[in-house]
């Protein structure tokens, strides 16, 4: 089997029955098969996904396995040559998938590609590519250099602005909503770490396939739509929790072999100031706008 499409639902399912169409038609020369893991289950929501795409094979979870545990449940069963992670808020194109099975062909020491992602306006995602974190690249963030100087090596550096968004480039960590890894490179580095309930799972895979020697490439002539925030609202205590969260267990993971106790202190700082600035943010849109999840998004 060529390919093994993974899908981690939660909650998402007007989004994930857009994203499997579109995998219907996108995988019709190819020999595939697609898993979603559907965590903390909905029956009454999942049940006509299910008779809609008998084919898909299901696995479900009756509570919230996480992103990273849930992954590493369907890659278990999964018989591709080839691993897609893919979020449901996402639509891929055709063609997309020969295109890259061509390219891992013509690269053996590619480890990871990853791929242009716009927003259902057509607006380039910058999470497409990135570099890792560090220090500088944080500060700048946080004080709005990076936004300021969006094309700049230095100031934007962590989302590697300086790189063409429709060019191919090898790059430090590719977005999880849309991650192709050959199934040997995954046997080798064991899948994704459990640790990460979701959020930087991506950076800390990314981390490990290069530690093995291998390239990570983002393949930028290729697009998917990535809707973003199927299942995410980023003004809650629990997103707080584990993206902060997630990012500082990343820093602490590799304090001993990619930065200095230095840089580790400034950016485990700078993490938890970011949280704390983020929760006061979260209180006063709530305050002036309530519940009103449009502009709890917009803002």
């Known amino acids: 089997m060529d390919l093994s499409v993974i899908i981690v639902n939660y909650k998402s399912y007007a989004c994930l029955q857009n994203c499997i169409a579109s ?26 996904l299910q008779q809609q795409f008998p084919l898909v094979k299901w696995l479900v979870n009756t509570k919230n ?82 936004k300021l100087f969006p094309r700049s090596a230095y100031f934007n550096a962590y989302a590697l602005g300086h790189l063409a968004k429709d060019k191919i480039h090898i790059v430090d960590v590719l977005a999880g909503a849309f991650m192709m890894v050959p199934k040997a490179v995954l046997t080798q580095i064991g899948g994704f770490d459990n640790r990460f309930f979701m959020y930087a799972e991506d950076i800390d895979f990314c981390y490990r396939i290069q530690e093995l020697g ?16 199927g299942s995410t609202n980023k003004h809650t205590e629990t997103y707080r929790k584990y993206f902060y969260g997630s990012m500082e ?33 979260s209180f006063l849109v709530r305050f002036f706008y309530g519940e009103d999840i449009f502009f709890l998004e917009l803002l």
């Open 214 to 229: 291998y390239e990570i490439h983002y393949i930028g002539t290729q697009k998917i739509t990535h809707l973003k925030g």
């Open 23 to 48: 995998l219907a038609l996108a995988l019709v020369q190819i020999d595939a098969e697609i898993i979603v893991v559907d965590n903390d289950s909905e029956a009454l929501n999942l049940l006509p």
């Open 65 to 146: 396995e996480g992103f990273s545990r849930a992954n590493n449940q369907a890659l278990s069963q999964a018989n591709g040559d080839y691993i897609l992670f893919l979020n449901p808020d996402t639509v891929v194109s055709l063609g997309i998938f020969e295109t890259l099975i061509q390219y891992f062909g013509q690269h053996k020491m590619v480890g990871a590609v990853g791929v242009q992602m716009e927003n259902k306006e057509g607006k380039f995602l910058a999470e497409s590519k990135r570099s890792f974190p560090t220090s500088k690249s944080a500060f700048f963030k946080m004080c709005g250099l990076a």
């Open 249 to 281: 267990l990343f820093v602490k993971k590799y304090s001993r072999t990619k930065y200095s106790l230095t840089e580790k202190w400034i950016l485990i700082i700078g993490i938890r100031l970011a949280r704390y600035l983020a929760a006061v943010r």
